[in-house]
């Protein structure tokens, strides 16, 4: 079992750059794949970007790849987004999500833990 909790959210203009953070509870967090989904308003949940378990290997949608970077520390139990060069189309909530599949997926559905999300704002 995994708690998630983001952070970090906000407002921020076009061009600038926002950092989120997705700590974790529970065991073995080295051993889950994590990664990063968005919904925007009247949209559907999106893959945004995943990591390994490693961090050896990262995966990103065609529409961030480039502006943002995911990253993960095990020791401190944290998975990381840093979104650069941000766009009014960035503007979503953000969630944080794990699998202990050991496959990672660009379908929300086959991620077990999710948190609450966190509002990210993007003005034009």
């Known amino acids: 079992q995994v708690q998630l909790v983001e952070s970090g959210g906000g407002l921020v203009q076009a061009g600038g750059s926002l950092a989120l953070s997705c700590a974790a509870s529970g065991r073995a967090f080295g051993t889950y794949i994590m990664a990063w989904f968005r919904r925007a308003p009247g949209k559907e949940r999106e893959f945004v970007a995943a990591i390994t378990w490693s961090g050896s290997s990262t995966y990103y949608a065609d529409s961030v790849k480039g502006r943002f970077t995911v990253s993960r520390d095990n020791a401190e139990n944290t998975v990381y987004l840093q979104m650069n060069s941000l766009k009014p189309e960035d503007t979503a909530v953000y969630y944080c999500?794990?699998?202990?599949?050991?496959?990672?997926?660009?379908?929300?559905?086959?991620?077990?833990?999710w948190g609450q999300g966190t509002q990210v704002t993007v003005s034009s």
């Open positions: 999500a794990a699998n202990d599949r050991g496959v990672v997926a660009t379908s929300g559905n086959l991620y077990d833990y």
